[in-house]
Structure formats: structure tokens, C-alpha cells
């Protein structure tokens, strides 16, 4: 695919937070953008020049998506592997499905992250009864037994202290496929953000240090106050993980930071094969974003260096905490993104406040 | 009016590229928006919630209009003055419409301002025949013969440099009411870009020195490397025409910068009642761009200090220029905005570039 062009339609997925970031990335670079969501509250709708409120099984709707469009993207993993392929088939995708496709899965994702030689934690398939035993065996104890499938900010993972609450925990997550990761004593954790194009530029932002309150982002700090070599170290792994996938698009990749006496080194917990909350700080702190990077890389653009301006901490605001909007409002010094979510249930994310600090 | 909650949606009065950037900036802050604007390429339709394309005079849309928004402010100000009245008695209108009066006739604009005690270029009214010889007298030679309404990059003005050619330089600008501004052999050129807000909070940006080129803006330098005094007169001038107007949104005035012997001192040129071409850098290089500073102006929010966080020049990319888009796009440290216009006549504003430089 040659460079899309300013004009072009970007389809994307997924009519949360970050389509809508993404749609308003896309039309500072002249980019026309058309959301394909589900029924429900969709605030990247509201930006966006076109949209089709439909369910991800809707053919007629997705063809006619399709030829909307120039290219599509999404904004989260856990859409269904057959609408996607057919979308694939019709138009470009990217990042594409083969990726997505490893991410959906944390088994999957492990192994082929283990399989690069990256450091991960212990982990063991859980599909039968029988693998329960084994998985404690392999993994140790305590361990955090996951979905396979389908979990995000915490949801669809027990943590088992003892091997006969195995089978318990396994009832509990409705006997689907699973993955026994190893619990991770971490001194704290960190993330990063890299983009990749299709002419095999790769780019990475700073390292934010991250902080999860209940199994979600709170905030992040940039720098991250880590030694360089850590930084140096995860900005290597992302660049492996980017080229092994020949990715096209954002990545990222959250990290456990373990510290020991002979000082910290990272595993990998995760990856997001998207923009991602804790790459949030980079709209207000330097000139290129994580969201315009990713239309740039989708769309073939050259990926010029995110040259970060200041140093900050970026919060996210969540419920109720939004409510309160006149507060960060007023802050000398401080960038205000608020989401358009009609409604603020419990521990949604609902905006972000970044504080910049002069460097 | 209190202050205007996110959720809420703005009303924005035509579709070019200002009003795209003030539609992708409410976005940001939580607010929906409506664009409303006649036939045309209007690439803000591109970005708004929802958008009316509807003639000025359609009453029948403006009060559907008036109906689906809480509250309404413009892109330009060569908006008839009628449907402007009419929309005021049905909505909040920000700036106020007796502000638009002022900045629609540029003898009332100067009259303004030189009874305000700033710094003007002579200037004097030119209605009848009568007059023509008057003015030349008052403002003397060379001067400018501009048409006091519906004027902008140029348009409408010509030189004129001999007391028996003022007749038909009238004749060529139709005859209609006209200003004659005596010719300013200004150094260099300035700009300010001001915010009031109803409680009455002030906050200026820096100082952008300009540079136009065939009367259309080319080039912005933040500093604009003047001294200190002379930006401070600057920003005294902005607050003053700011409070005097009781204004609420962002106020634009730009300046002739004179030199001689006892070093530089400023004429205001002309004010524009809504964001500016001249404030574009703030997007790049400040914490809160002129556009976000805008809508939170007009909807009664905050001011915060705009934090500029990095030296800049802002280029615009006119007509075919902006066909070359993958050179600045390549560009490290820069950021680049493409409007979104499907035709790129020549000098037509097409995007902007603006570089960023470590500070």
C-alpha cells in the first residue's frame, strides 16, 4: 500500500476514548475518519465524519464500511477474529490480524514473546482439568490465573495462594481457557509506546513509569526515574517485538520492574497492539502524539522523532472524579482531555489531566 | 450565563479551518459541536458533531440551529449582521454581536480604538465624493483606501500614492463607504492574541513577530525578538481593547512595528473578534492553544497562563504547497496541521507547519 494521502477516509474500530483520540489525530493530518461501533455510548462518534452504529456481525454494515473507507484500524483487541478477517480480505488493516490474533490471546501472546527469548513470567496452559496440577507445578505459587481471552483492566483473573484453590478459581472464571501466570513481586511498573511503518521505520517514545490503582492506570510519570539501561532495555524489546511482528502501527508494551541487589531489570506483562492509556502523556508533552504516530504508521507516513518538550505526569480522571472538571480546569500548567462519556459509572475513564513541568 | 458543562454542544458559525480547529479543540474539552455554514467546502463539517449547511438568511435553520445548541460563536467576522441579532435573542452569542459591529467596519474599529487613546495610523471616512479630498488632506499621502466592511488578506484596498488618483481608486472599490489609512512604513509586524473570560480573567500569549507576504500571513517567530517594553505595550493595548469591550473568547490585534531614532513602538493595524491565523503556533508550543482558550472563554471556564513550553515559527502552507505535504511531514520536531480542503487554489491557507526549537 503507497502512502495514504490527506482526504483519505480512515475507518476505525471502536467508538470509545481512544477512537475518538485516534478520529481527532487523523483530521489535524486532513484525514476524514468513519467509526464502525457497536450500540452504545460512543463518544467517537461525535468527532468523526462518518459513523455506522452496528454489531461487529452485521456483513451488510461492514461492507458498506468497507468501501467507505481507505484503510481501518481500531482502537481495542477484543473484537471478534471473523469480521476482522472479512475486513482484511476488503480493505487494509493494520495493524493486522495476525497480530491481533496473538494479542487476543494471552497464551498465545506469552509463547510468542517467550519464543523471542523476552523475559516473562512463569506461565502454563490451563484448558482441562488435568493442566491445573501441572500449572502449579510449572508456574509456583502464589499465581494469577487469567482468561485466555477477553480481559482487560483487571477483569476475567483470580490470584491463588494455594494449589488446592485451583480448581475454585478455575470454576470461577467459567472453566474457559486459561493461562497460570507467576505472581510478580515488582518494586514498580512501566510501559512503553513504539510505532512502526511499513518501510520498517520503528520510533519510541520515553519510558513512563506506571502506576495502577485496582487493576487500572492512574497515573504516569515521565521520566520515569529508572536507570537508563532499563529504559535502554525496553526500548530494545519493543523494537524487537515491533520488527518480529513486521507491526504497522502502535504498540505497546507494559513492564514489571523487579529490583534485586544487583539492581532493576523488566518483564514483560503485556502487550497492546494499539495506543494505549499510558501513552495518554504524550498528547501534551510532545510534538508528535502517540495517536497521530499511529495514523502516520497505518497510513505510511514517515515517523519523525516524538521530540518530548517537557517533562510530566499525566492522571487519569475516573467516574465521578470528572464531575469535578472546574478543579483541573483551573490548573496553571496543566493539559484538560476530557472524553464525552455520557455517563460516569464507578472507575470509567472519563479524561485525563497531563501536568507539564518545565524541564 | 453560567459556565457551560462538558456534554454540552457549541454552535460554531462557519466551516473553513477555524472553525475545524475550534470544533477538534471543544472535542478535547468534552463538548459537542454543530457547525453552521452555506454551501461550500467546509472541512469543520468534517470534525463537528453535527453540522447545518444552510444560507446566513435561511431562518428557518438558524432556529433549529439556535435550538440544538447552548450557546454560539463564530470563525469570521463577515457574518451579515442580521441573522447574527436574531441568533443573540435566541442563544448566548460569544463574542457579543455589538463586538462584531465594531470589528465589521473598520472606520468604527478605528474610531474605537483611537477614542480608546491607542495608537492608530491616521485614518478618515470616506462616504461621498466630498470626502475624498478631505481625507487625503487629514491622513495625507501616500495612504491606503480601503473598503470599510467584507475586506480580509488584502482584499478590497488599494494604494494610493497621488491626491488625483484617490477618485479612482474609489471608483475601483465601488464606490461603497471606505477608509483612507495613512501608509505605515512599519520596521516589522506584530501580533497579540488575548483572552477574557465573563468574571473577567485576562491572559495574553507571547508576542508572535509576523510576516506577510502579497497581504496574506506567511511566517510567525515566537520570541518575536522585540523588546521586552514594546511586547508588554502590546499586551497593556490587548487588555485594555479586551476590558473595554467587556469581551468574552479570544481577541487577535495586530500591530505595525515602527523604528527610529528612539528605538521601536507599535500602531495597531486592525483586531479580529475570534482565534487567528497569527496564534496558530500556540497549538504547537503551549500548554492551551488559542483555539482551547477560545471555547473555554466563551463558555465561561478557567483561563490558565497559556504556558509556552518551546520557541516556534509557524509557516503556512498555501495553495499547491500543501500537495508537497510528505516534506513536512518527514520533518523531526515539527508539527504539522493540514486542513482538510478538497481544493488547493492558489494561496488558498491549505495547513500549517510549525517547528518547534528547544528552548
Request: one cysteine or more; charged letters at 25%; proline letters at 6%.
Amino acid at each position: 500500500m503507497a502512502a495514504l494521502a490527506p482526504g483519505a477516509t480512515i475507518g476505525i474500530i471502536g467508538g470509545g476514548q481512544l477512537g475518538r483520540m485516534l478520529a481527532l489525530a487523523a483530521a489535524r493530518l486532513g484525514f476524514k475518519t468513519h467509526v464502525y461501533a457497536p450500540a452504545g455510548d460512543n463518544p467517537a462518534f461525535d468527532v468523526a465524519t462518518a459513523h455506522t452504529e452496528a454489531a461487529y456481525e452485521d456483513e451488510r454494515a461492514l461492507a458498506a464500511f468497507a468501501d467507505a473507507v481507505g484503510m481501518v484500524t481500531y482502537e481495542f483487541e477484543n473484537i471478534p477474529a471473523h469480521p476482522l478477517a472479512w475486513l482484511a480480505q476488503h480493505t487494509p488493516l493494520k495493524p493486522s490480524a495476525d497480530v491481533l490474533a496473538f494479542t487476543q490471546d494471552r497464551w498465545a501472546e506469552k509463547s510468542f514473546l517467550s519464543d523471542l527469548g523476552l523475559p516473562v513470567a512463569a506461565f502454563a496452559n490451563v484448558e482441562t482439568p488435568a493442566d491445573l496440577a501441572a500449572a502449579v507445578e510449572r508456574v509456583g505459587l502464589p499465581l494469577v490465573l487469567k482468561t485466555r481471552r477477553f480481559g482487560y483492566d483487571g477483569k476475567g483473573q483470580v490470584m491463588v495462594r494455594r494449589a488446592e484453590d485451583m480448581a475454585a478459581a478455575w470454576e470461577q472464571l467459567g472453566r474457559v481457557p486459561c493461562i497460570a501466570e507467576g505472581f510478580v513481586d515488582f518494586a514498580c511498573e512501566a510501559a512503553m509506546i513504539a510505532a512502526r511503518n511499513a518501510t520498517g521505520e520503528i520510533v519510541t517514545y520515553d519510558m513512563p513509569r506506571t502506576v495502577h490503582e485496582d487493576h487500572v492506570l492512574r497515573r504516569c510519570h515521565v521520566p520515569a526515574g529508572l536507570p537508563a539501561g532499563v529504559e535502554a532495555a525496553g526500548t530494545r524489546m519493543a523494537r524487537q517485538i515491533a520488527e518480529a511482528f513486521d507491526y504497522e502501527g502502535v504498540l505497546a508494551v507494559e513492564f514489571f520492574v523487579l529490583r534485586d541487589d544487583d539492581g532493576e531489570r523488566l518483564l514483560i506483562n503485556e502487550i497492546a497492539p494499539r495506543v494505549h492509556n499510558s501513552g495518554h502523556w504524550t498528547e501534551a508533552a510532545c510534538a508528535v502524539s502517540q495517536f497521530e504516530m499511529h495514523i502516520r504508521a497505518i497510513a505510511g507516513w514517515p515517523l519523525p522523532e516524538p521530540a518530548r518538550h517537557s517533562d510530566c505526569v499525566m492522571e487519569n480522571l475516573l467516574g465521578a472524579e470528572a464531575d469535578d472538571w472546574q478543579k483541573p480546569a483551573a490548573e496553571d500548567g496543566a493539559v484538560l482531555h476530557l472524553y464525552g462519556k455520557r455517563e460516569a459509572r464507578p472507575g470509567r475513564k472519563m479524561g485525563h489531566l497531563t501536568r507539564l513541568k518545565r524541564r
